[in-house]
């Protein structure tokens, strides 16, 4: 198992949409732990590119993560929803985006994944069949997968998964859930600790912890829960390898409280609260990548002129805890304390 040859069990997240670097996946790995690249929202073409670049800046191990394509919405909820945003489009100087549905190159990064034979391939909004997951471990990876609860945990290792990445409801970005269901919006997510007592009661598989880690104590905690490794996204958002663009990372800097919704993408995710989320949350469809292509040139301004109302914020609830380190020290930083975490624990235990 690649958890088992690092040189510390930090992970990084995949940060797709952006933030994801060559530079920041290779300088994570360089340091002990493992770097990830996210396949989410690039051609394939593009993504051979950062595989071949990152490889370039290390020997060490690195992971792909890839979407799992889901279903189309129906048209009428999108458009209604377009026809809401007309007046943002229009303040802020730009046109809404076509939203168009598509499984985001599945086959071609498939392709490709074979081929290249990374690490790890892990992936997100689902489970993939168990004929892709033994594909991709003939080819010499392994394949993780994400979950959000038990159950996930229960399919993924009947399908052949090597490790489950366990995300739980604190962590920034989208929810990686395997349905898409509006009905559990208001439901209460599964915290990372109870996540974690309850796969492993049901799963004997390597879990990656995920969500809400912003502290070497943090790790601590979850390898003290069982799991072999942590996976980090926010924490690295203000690195100066990510790409995070700057009306993201100034917003980081803050205390400003984090909130779930589909308004940016159409799919459930964790992002620092802004007026774009308290004006839409609530008529947005789950329509996902619908939305995320309507409201990508909104982002995109927003990004341009630094107005961080119009920006998709994503972040996890520990995110005012972040700094603004090189990767490969902030690696080193979240070691020494987990390490000195864990001799205080065991410290205060009688006996």
Same mark, same amino acid.
């Given at each position: ?196 007592? /309850?796969?492993? *009661? +049901?799963?004997?598989?390597? =879990? %990656? #912890? ?6 070497? @104590? $943090? ?101 005012? /805890?972040?700094? *603004? +380190?090189?990767?490969?020290? =902030? %690696? #080193? ?6 390490? @000195? $975490? ?10």
């Amino acid at each position: 198992m690649i958890l088992d040859e690092l040189g510390v069990p930090i992970v990084l997240a995949p940060l797709a949409g952006g933030p994801a670097t060559p530079a920041l996946a290779a300088a994570v790995s360089n340091a002990g732990g493992l770097g990830f690249l996210a396949a989410g929202y690039l051609t394939a073409a593009a993504l051979g590119e950062q595989i071949a670049a990152a490889t370039k800046l290390t020997g060490r191990p690195l992971g792909v993560n890839v979407f799992v394509p889901g279903p189309p919405a129906t048209a009428a909820a999108i458009a209604d929803y377009a026809a809401e945003l007309a007046g943002e489009a229009h303040a802020a100087s730009t046109e809404l985006g076509e939203p168009r549905y598509d499984d985001d190159d599945w086959d071609s990064k498939l392709a490709l994944l074979e081929s290249a034979a990374p690490a790890v391939c892990s992936f997100t909004f689902g489970c993939p069949d168990a004929a892709v997951i033994a594909r991709l471990r003939t080819a010499g990876s392994e394949v993780w997968v994400t979950v959000t609860r038990p159950a996930e945990a229960e399919r993924a290792a009947t399908a052949g998964a090597d490790a489950l990445v366990l995300q739980g409801a604190e962590a920034g970005g989208h929810r990686a859930s395997f349905t898409d269901d509006p009905a559990d919006d208001l439901a209460d997510g599964i915290g990372l600790l109870s996540l974690l007592q /309850l796969v492993r *009661a +049901r799963v004997d598989l390597p =879990l %990656v #912890a995920a969500g809400g880690i912003g502290t070497g @104590a $943090a790790i601590a905690t979850v390898l003290a829960a069982g799991a072999s490794a942590a996976q980090l996204g926010t924490a690295f958002l203000r690195s100066p390898e990510a790409g995070t663009a700057a009306v993201h990372r100034k917003a980081l800097d803050a205390d400003t409280a984090t909130a779930m919704t589909r308004a940016f993408t159409g799919r459930l995710a964790r992002g620092i609260r802004n007026s774009f989320i308290d004006a839409h949350s609530a008529t947005v469809p789950a329509a996902y990548p619908q939305v995320h292509y309507l409201t990508a040139p909104l982002r995109g301004a927003g990004r341009k002129t630094g107005n961080p109302d119009l920006v998709n914020l994503w972040a996890g609830q520990a995110h005012e /805890l972040g700094t *603004a +380190r090189p990767a490969a020290e =902030l %690696v #080193a930083k979240l070691a020494a304390e987990a390490r @000195a $975490a864990l001799r205080q624990a065991a410290g205060r235990w009688p006996g």
